[in-house]
């Protein structure tokens, strides 16, 4: 097969003439985005949740550390509703060159989501503010000890669990943006 | 959005066969090679919002699409995959089937996929452009390389599609 022979038959292979009506594109478009902002909306939903259960629980009466406690985790929780916010999926930019530019813009973001600052402050209001909320919670409620003495367990375990699955998923973002780096290179 | 529309019809009606000749060489599975073309569709009709005419639509479409196909290579990196290799390393290579035997052109172009395949992505993008027909003007324009370089690149592809699958086109004929 000569140079030109190997353009013609390589042009030559028989398509399935694949081609998207506009209707198709845009469903495909609307689909995608409503994934995107059903996956925040969800996160949206559960910081709501647990403001507005903590906030109910303050209306019932409860002791100084429960109070300290659920104020910690409302502060949390509407920090970590912030991040979610910050963290969304942004349209990629319609500037052409610029795509694998914003694909690592965006990898980077979604790992820096899963360690560093973002994750320790997101850590560091969540935890004490669960265990002093549990702790007040047990002052006031001697008698069903064993159950709080298991969320606190459970409380702990989860929250111990979440370093290293945050990792995992930072590692994970961190592979992909090593793979287009390399990609790079090796142009 | 009437233009988008009408420019996307245009863009696909055009170089819709060798968008789908691209996502082949870019993904092996089929399934996969599906998505990535309708990614490399929606993602021209998208990038029409912001086209200016500042270059050819074959120019934009062809950045378009190797910019998806290349985020699809980084999202879809296999473990264990063998690494990508320059035109000057890839004679060291074996290849499959490169026997000769019962050669004909579907098994030649089999091959000739299995070649892109292996090549890091810039050498892949300049062998596509050129296999579709784009000259090296057209290759240095869509890729953003030099016009001296395209022109070593080329040369360089000619002598190993020569070399290469040329005997194995002779042996079938």
């Known amino acids: ?187 | 959005m009437a233009s988008q529309d009408a420019l996307y019809e245009e863009a696909a009606g055009e170089y819709g066969a060798a968008l789908e000749r691209l996502a082949g060489s870019y993904e092996f599975d089929r399934d996969k090679c599906r998505d990535l073309l309708q990614d490399i569709h929606l993602a021209i009709w998208r990038s029409f919002e912001g086209f200016a005419g500042n270059c050819s639509l074959r120019t934009w479409v062809y950045r378009v699409a190797h910019n998806v196909a290349a985020s699809h290579v980084v999202r879809h990196q296999r473990a264990g995959k063998r690494p990508l290799v320059s035109l000057d390393e890839i004679d060291d290579l074996s290849m499959a089937g490169d026997s000769g035997d019962s050669f004909d052109r579907q098994q030649s172009v089999e091959q000739l996929r299995e070649f892109i395949r292996q090549l890091k992505p810039m050498e892949r993008q300049v062998i596509l452009l050129y296999l579709e027909g784009t000259d090296a003007a057209g290759i240095a324009e869509i890729t953003g390389i030099s016009a001296g370089n395209v022109a070593t690149k080329i040369h360089r592809i000619k002598k190993i599609l020569a070399g290469r699958f040329g005997r194995g086109a002779r042996h079938g004929k």
């Open chain 1, 1 to 187: 097969m000569e140079n030109d022979d190997a353009a013609a038959a390589w042009q030559a292979q028989s398509g399935s003439g694949f081609r998207m009506s506009s209707e198709e594109i845009r469903n495909r478009l609307e689909t995608m985005n409503r994934k995107m902002r059903r996956r925040t909306f969800d996160g949206y939903l559960v910081c709501a949740f647990l403001i507005v259960g903590f906030i109910g629980w303050m209306f019932v009466g409860m002791n100084t550390p429960q109070t300290i406690g659920a104020v910690f985790m409302i502060i949390a929780t509407s920090y970590m509703a912030w991040q979610i916010r910050a963290n969304r999926f942004r349209t990629p930019s319609i500037d052409v060159v610029d795509t694998l530019e914003h694909l690592r813009r965006e990898l980077a973001r979604q790992r820096d989501f899963h360690r560093g600052t973002r994750f320790w402050s997101r850590m560091l209001l969540l935890v004490p503010g669960g265990l002093i909320f549990f702790v007040g919670f047990a002052q006031a409620h001697p008698e069903v000890i064993r159950i709080i003495r298991f969320e606190i367990i459970s409380f702990v375990i989860f929250a111990i669990s979440a370093i290293p699955l945050n990792a995992w998923m930072a590692r994970r973002y961190q592979k992909q943006i090593d793979a287009l780096s390399r990609l790079e290179e090796e142009s």
